[in-house]
């Protein structure tokens, strides 16, 4: 069974540090994207950032560029999301999702096929 676990969620305050962490199992991604995606109560869910398989092709939307990093680790099949300088707006509903297709980016929800059950990330100011 195909499974990404997020974990690393919380409550910060303003320019405070998280680290998103999503681990895979039942399925080995070497060949595809995999990304960060958030939704907001009441917005639409939305791509944060995309990774390739080999780590040359990397996308950030451009509210978390320069604030946000993602990365992953093939050994270990696992995803992170390392964020710093947050802000109130990023307080949302962060999920990792990949793709079984060879995408280089994982940008819109349709380029995804797999999801997480989600992390709650709340930001105070």
């Known amino acids: 069974q195909v499974q990404l676990v997020e974990s690393g969620g919380g409550s910060v305050q303003a320019g405070g540090s998280l680290r998103l962490s999503c681990a895979a199992s039942?399925?080995?991604?070497?060949?595809?994207?995999m990304a960060w995606f958030r939704q907001a109560p009441g917005k639409e869910r939305e791509g944060v950032a995309s990774i390739h398989y080999g780590g040359g092709y990397s996308w950030y939307t451009d509210s978390v560029k320069g604030r946000f990093t993602i990365s992953r680790d093939n050994g270990k099949n696992t995803l992170y999301l390392q964020m710093n300088s947050l802000k109130p707006e990023d307080t949302a509903m962060y999920y990792c999702?990949?793709?079984?297709?060879?995408?280089?980016?994982?940008?819109?929800?349709?380029?995804?096929?797999?999801w997480g059950q989600g992390t709650q990330v709340t930001v105070s100011s």
């Open positions: 039942g399925y080995s991604y070497s060949s595809g994207c």
């Open positions: 999702a990949a793709s079984t297709y060879p995408y280089r980016y994982c940008i819109r929800r349709s380029d995804v096929d797999v």
